[in-house]
């Protein structure tokens, strides 16, 4: 089992950064891929970034490539996403999402374990 939780949401103006974590427990974090995905209001979730379980591999969507970067610390068992030159369209609730894997993925239905989420709203 995996839990995880997300800190690090809140308020910024467009142009801004920053950076959410995402704590997990238990002892197969260093063997689980990590992903972020993010949902705004009326829409479905959507793939935002992913890591492999040894931090060598990172993946991003289209529309944050270049502007966030994903990364992990196994020996704290935390991912972060930072994320700069933040626009309005970023608004959503960020997810952490796991699964016990050496690879990365996209695709949400691939996870096992998700944390509550945690709002980002970014302001014009």
């Known amino acids: 089992q995996v839990q995880l939780t997300e800190s690090g949401g809140g308020l910024v103006q467009a142009g801004g950064s920053l950076r959410l974590s995402c704590a997990a427990s238990?002892?197969?974090?260093?063997?689980?891929?990590m992903g972020w995905f993010r949902q705004a209001p009326g829409k479905e979730r959507e793939f935002v970034s992913t890591i492999s379980w040894s931090g060598s591999f990172t993946t991003y969507a289209d529309s944050v490539e270049g502007r966030f970067t994903i990364s992990r610390d196994n020996a704290k068992n935390t991912v972060y996403l930072q994320m700069n030159s933040l626009k309005p369209e970023d608004t959503a609730v960020y997810y952490c999402?796991?699964?016990?894997?050496?690879?990365?993925?996209?695709?949400?239905?691939?996870?096992?374990?998700w944390g509550q989420g945690t709002q980002v709203t970014v302001s014009s």
């Open positions: 999402a796991a699964y016990k894997g050496w690879g990365t993925s996209s695709q949400a239905r691939t996870y096992d374990y």
């Open positions: 238990g002892s197969t974090f260093s063997s689980s891929a």
